[in-house]
């Protein structure tokens, strides 16, 4: 049952961290993309709807004109953005982290019930035998 429950943990933490990892591969090409799109556009018009699109709407609610000037101006200015998006060191040891947190954090469980004893509740009692 031990070996069961840490082939499972070993499982999800792998799950976790690649998850995390094409999430923020997502965003970056999402963000390349966004900002090429709005390089292309050819009015402002077309510049604010891709802001807008690409904000939360009740942040885009409140901007004006200028607002979205600024920002496209700003993101216009930026240099060119990577032909493709990448994952540094840095995502890669924070998946590293996800996956020993999945890992540690469930069997944590495993191990207090194989004594007996199981945790309960918010208050963090420790409560009777786990086979009862």
Request: one cysteine or more.
């Amino acid at each position: 049952m031990l070996l069961g429950a840490v082939g499972c943990n070993i499982a999800w933490g792998l799950i976790d961290a690649i998850i995390f990892l094409m999430t923020s591969l997502t965003e970056r090409a999402r963000g390349i993309a966004t900002l090429r799109a709005l390089r292309q556009a050819t009015d402002a018009s077309e510049a604010r709807a891709i802001i807008t699109e690409t904000l939360p709407p009740l942040v885009a609610g409140t901007m004006d004109e200028d607002d979205f000037e600024v920002i496209r101006r700003n993101l216009g200015g930026m240099s060119e953005p990577p032909p493709r998006p990448r994952l540094g060191k840095a995502d890669f040891l924070t998946a590293v982290g996800i996956f020993f947190q999945r890992f540690f954090r469930d069997f944590r469980g495993v191990i207090m019930r194989g004594r007996g004893r199981v945790y309960r509740g918010k208050r963090g009692r420790w409560c009777g035998s786990w086979r009862s």
